[in-house]
T-cell receptor, first 114, second 112 residues
Framework: DTGVSQDPRHKITKRGQNVTFRCDPISEHNRLYWYRQTLGQGPEFLTYFQNEAQLEKSRLLSDRFSAERPKGSFSTLEIQRTEQGDSAMYLC????????????FGSGTQLSVL | QKEVEQNSGPLSVPEGAIASLNCTYSDRVSQSFFWYRQYSGKSPELIMSIYSNGDKEDGRFTAQLNKASQYVSLLIRDSQPSDSATYLCAVKSDTGRRALTFGSGTRLQVQP
């Protein structure tokens, strides 16, 4: 499979626990994006990387959220001290980073905070 | 005012009809426009991109862009029940934020 892959597909956790998600982008793509989507809404931008550099973070990304892309390949998104409001689908997307770039999404990680 | 606005629907059309989905955006410097299809429980799938004013056709899909009116639309001809999904409009600026900004989506139901 040469698409964007995300792991795990589902995560159930208790409030206050930390969770970490992983994203493996399409291999030749140098840009990687994290989005969050709740029911009935479109994806909301969280952050993006150009290679290993984190170039932009949304105001939605509180201090409890941190993302890394250490070698410019896979990325992790960690949420510390989870809250029920963090329950959402977390989507990763990648692109070639060119003008008129197109984003391709992974299957997402569905987080449920109890 | 939301940056990208779509009617949430549902938009219901009979099989074989033309479905028309609309989107308006607020950022005048937006340069790239995309339509994604999202089935329930699945991730968004890119179906069309458009960058210049006018129409762009791909199979049964036609995207229309009018930058002066800040309006982009998607037409689906000969709608099929398998087209039933949520259609997300996404907009990208070449300045400022580089990531796509999505609308909330329009749910399309194609009745057999």
């Amino acid at each position: 499979d040469t698409g964007v892959s995300q792991d795990p597909r589902h995560k159930i956790t208790k409030r206050g626990q930390n969770v970490t998600f992983r994203c493996d982008p399409i291999s030749e793509h140098n840009r990687l994006y994290w989005y969050r989507q709740t029911l009935g809404q479109g994806p909301e931008f969280l952050t993006y990387f150009q290679n290993e550099a984190q170039l932009e973070k949304s105001r939605l990304l509180s201090d409890r959220f941190s993302a890394e892309r250490p070698k410019g390949s896979f990325s992790t998104l960690e949420i510390q001290r989870t809250e029920q409001g963090d329950s959402a689908m977390y989507l990763c997307a990648s692109s070639l980073g060119q003008s008129r770039e197109k984003l391709f999404f992974g299957s997402g990680t569905q987080l449920s905070v109890l | 005012q939301k940056e990208v606005e779509q009617n949430s629907g549902p938009l219901s059309v009979p099989e074989g009809a033309i479905a028309s989905l609309n989107c308006t955006y607020s950022d005048r410097v937006s340069q790239s426009f995309f339509w994604y299809r999202q089935y329930s429980g699945k991730s968004p799938e890119l179906i069309m991109s458009i960058y210049s004013n006018g129409d762009k056709e791909d199979g049964r899909f036609t995207a229309q862009l009018n930058k002066a009116s800040q309006y982009v639309s998607l037409l689906i001809r000969d709608s099929q029940p398998s087209d039933s999904a949520t259609y997300l409009c996404a907009v990208k600026s070449d300045t400022g934020r580089r990531a796509l900004t999505f609308g909330s989506g329009t749910r399309l139901q194609v009745q057999p």
